[in-house]
């Protein structure tokens, strides 16, 4: 119950964090990131499920690896701020199994990250009172790409890459309005979304999930087989996260 109190407070305010940076506000965000990276903490050390415990930790990180980026950007004395109250970053995997993950794919931790932080948001959140599914493909976009075809006119398309950053507060509102659209997300390893609305044309004929897995699953699994891409899937059903690669099911978190 407290930790759900703590969990929304901590949402809400980082909500008003990434407000603040928008509106180019950094010292405002930064100290919004903070408190909210407490309340999680907070929440985190009350909760007695691994799984949640996991998820709340990969917001912990998350944000932490934000005010890190806006003090990088800002030049930020951290000697004198109240960063030094900071515990060190801890993270949702053990770094060994996070590195195992990334490894071959060329993705970066932070793209990563950010990625599984908002597929956790829209499990979390849905959409207009909705539960919904979606997937994303993060590496080897070119591969992913020519196993797959437009379902939809790609609303990506277009746009310079620099503008079609993952990390991109921006882009990460635009995503999870897209993720109403059917088919996947193929994202670079180095974070720019080159499509939504991807069908995936890839046989599954080899692969094997569990039972209650359908065709969103089995072809993110037969595509992250097939090339060096990593796979997040947010179940429509459920709202289990489920992380695939080399053809499997690596991790599973319950948001
Ligand atoms: N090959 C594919 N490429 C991209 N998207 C797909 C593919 N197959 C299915 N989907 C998407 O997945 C949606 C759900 O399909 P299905 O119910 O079979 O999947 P699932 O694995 O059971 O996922 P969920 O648990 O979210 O229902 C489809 O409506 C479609 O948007």
Redesign the pocket.
């Known amino acids: 119950m407290w930790r759900n109190v703590l969990f929304d407070e901590g949402r809400n305010i980082a909500k008003r964090a990434e407000r603040a940076q928008e509106a180019g506000d950094h010292g405002l965000a930064r100290e919004l990131y903070l408190r909210a990276i407490t309340k999680f903490r907070e929440a985190s050390e009350i909760s007695q499920d691994f799984k949640e415990i996991g998820v709340l930790r990969s917001l912990v990180s998350y944000y932490t690896d934000r005010v890190g980026a806006l003090e990088n950007e800002t030049g930020y004395d951290n000697v004198r701020g109240s960063r030094l109250a900071l515990k060190p970053p801890e993270k949702v995997t053990p770094a060994s199994d996070e590195k195992e993950l990334l490894r071959g794919s060329g993705v970066s931790e932070q793209v990563f990250k950010t990625v599984l932080s908002i597929a956790i948001e829209i499990s979390r959140e849905g959409r207009e009172g909705h539960a919904i599914?979606t997937?994303f493909l993060i590496g080897d976009a070119a591969n992913v790409m020519a196993k797959s075809r437009q379902l939809v006119l790609n609303p990506f398309e277009g746009h310079s890459r620099g503008n079609r950053m993952i990390t991109d507060s921006e882009t990460r509102d635009d995503i999870k309005e897209f993720a109403q659209l059917?088919?996947?997300f193929v994202i670079a390893a180095d974070g720019a979304v080159e499509a939504a609305g991807?069908?995936?044309t890839i046989d599954t004929g080899i692969i094997k999930l569990q039972r209650g897995?359908?065709?969103?699953?089995s072809?993110v699994a037969a595509i992250t087989s097939a090339t060096h891409a990593l796979g997040i899937v947010v179940?429509?059903?459920g709202g289990i996260i489920r992380i695939f690669k080399d053809g499997m099911i690596v991790f599973t978190l319950k948001p």
């Not at 897995?213 to 699953?217: C, I, K, N, P, V």
């Open positions: 599914g997937a059917d088919g996947v991807r069908y995936i897995l359908g065709t969103r699953h072809s179940s429509q059903s």
